[in-house]
Nanobody, 123 residues
Framework: QLQASGGGSVQTGGSLRLSCSASGGTFGDYIVAWFRQAPGKEREFVAS????????YYGDSVQGRFTMSSDKVKNTVFLQMNSLKSEDTAVYYCAARARWHVNYYDSKQYPDWGRGTLVTVSS
């Protein structure tokens, strides 16, 4: 079971850090990803990490601003979000799948989802 936390309200240019942890197990060779969904928009890929290899991938809209990291002792992944913009406002979801898939950016490839956490960026 995935548990996401860390959302909140921040001003433009600010930072937030989201966390996603797995209860009842470990990430093993999982891919753990963050997606987001803004009102009236489709779910968008934000970032993912291939847990065993610590390889990370980012969506174009967040490249250079967001950083994904992991704590293997705590079995937790983090999404550090810097230089936040109003268009980053969305509900953020963490998701996981047990094995690597080349379409890691496709939400349909992830069977396990946590509850979303709302990020609001205002000027």
């Amino acid at each position: 079971q995935l548990q996401a936390s860390g959302g909140g309200s921040v001003q433009t240019g600010g930072s937030l850090r989201l966390s996603c942890s797995a209860s009842g197990g470990t990430f093993g060779d999982y891919i753990v990803a963050w997606f987001r969904q803004a009102p009236g928009k489709e779910r968008e890929f934000v970032a993912s990490i291939r847990w065993a290899m610590n390889r990370k991938y980012y969506g174009d809209s967040v490249q250079g601003r967001f950083t994904m990291s992991s704590d293997k002792v705590k079995n937790t992944v983090f999404l550090q979000m810097n230089s936040l913009k109003s268009e980053d406002t969305a509900v953020y979801y963490c998701a996981a799948r047990a094995r690597w898939h080349v379409n890691y950016y496709d939400s349909k490839q992830y069977p396990d989802w946590g509850r979303g956490t709302l990020v609001t960026v205002s000027s």
